[in-house]
């Protein structure tokens, strides 16, 4: 099946696919993603395109959100007003920011759902839809995140007595790392032997992850444990960290990162990284993007989707262990 892509100016990247023709109009879905060019965002449009030329007859049309949580409110606002929509998914930059335009959406009769991180007050609440009309949430329980993440730094911990341990977030103001943290800090606080030695922002980048782990070393040259909000920022930590002359895994330092991708996936295997929260971004888009077509077209789909649950490793934590259990699964992103 062959597949046209069009720019569309100012709104974002339109992914236009053809396919065999349906008696009622096209569907339409704008993806309204966290940027352009962040490799999560265009994982996601690419699961959605595998769903959109799945069915045929669907267009797509990508908004970029440039991390700014009025941005992506006010892009909402304006396709809903062009009428040009008739599906909307989100992957939002806040919980609560875009549920007013997001019901403005549904208002107007359009199937609204979002990916990753849920809309609305409580973003530990995946169970059940907090917004009225939504039709469907693929994604994660943040609280879940972090305590999973708590429990890999345990066991990454054991035998070593004090445990020095320093954690790097994305940024500790950012709505969806709040949970993520008092989730995390909540579990260590039951072992005395940690001590979490240091808490630092790395924006989800490489070369913050470098510079601040750079940082946190000059005070805490035995460290033992790093846990990153972002494989990204645990892959700028071990530059830092072989930088100092420091071993990486075994005995050294272990690192244990958020995302699955395909360079943690790689680290992980060769026994520098301890492991890896496991995301699925490609799913979200394609799961999303079906339960979206589906509901357009009367058919039968499971709203609502925790991804930790389906995790292709068997848990939500990817280690040396169980992904050696799984030889044949790969990533299908990076960044």
Known sequence: MNLTYKIAALAGVAVVLSGPAYAAD???????????????????????????????????????????????????????????????????????????????????????????????????????????????????????????????TVEACQGRDPCKVALLVGSRSAAQDVPKIEAFNRHIAEYPSIKLVSTQDTLWGRELGLKVTQDVLQSNPDLDVITSFADQAAAGAEVALTGAGMNVGGEGVQLIGLGATQTAVAAIRQGRWYGTYVELPYMEGYLGGKNIIAAMRGQEFEPIIDLETRSPVGAAIATKTNLNAHPDWSSKWDG
């Open 26 to 152: 096209p569907i339409r879905i704008a993806l309204f993603g966290f940027a352009a060019d962040n490799a999560f965002t265009l994982a996601s449009l690419e699961g959605l395109k595998e769903a959109a030329e799945e069915a045929g007859d669907v267009e797509i049309e990508l908004f970029d959100g440039a991390f700014d949580a009025d941005r992506q409110f006010n892009q909402i606002q304006d396709a809903v007003a062009s009428g040009r929509f008739n599906g909307m998914l989100i992957l939002p930059m806040g919980y609560s920011s875009a549920v007013p335009a997001a019901e403005e959406a549904i208002k107007a009769g359009i199937k609204f759902g979002s990916l990753e991180y849920p809309l609305g007050p409580d973003p530990t609440t995946t169970d059940k839809f907090q917004v009225n009309g939504m039709t469907t949430f693929v994604g994660y329980n943040v609280g879940s995140i972090g305590l999973r993440l708590a429990e890999a």
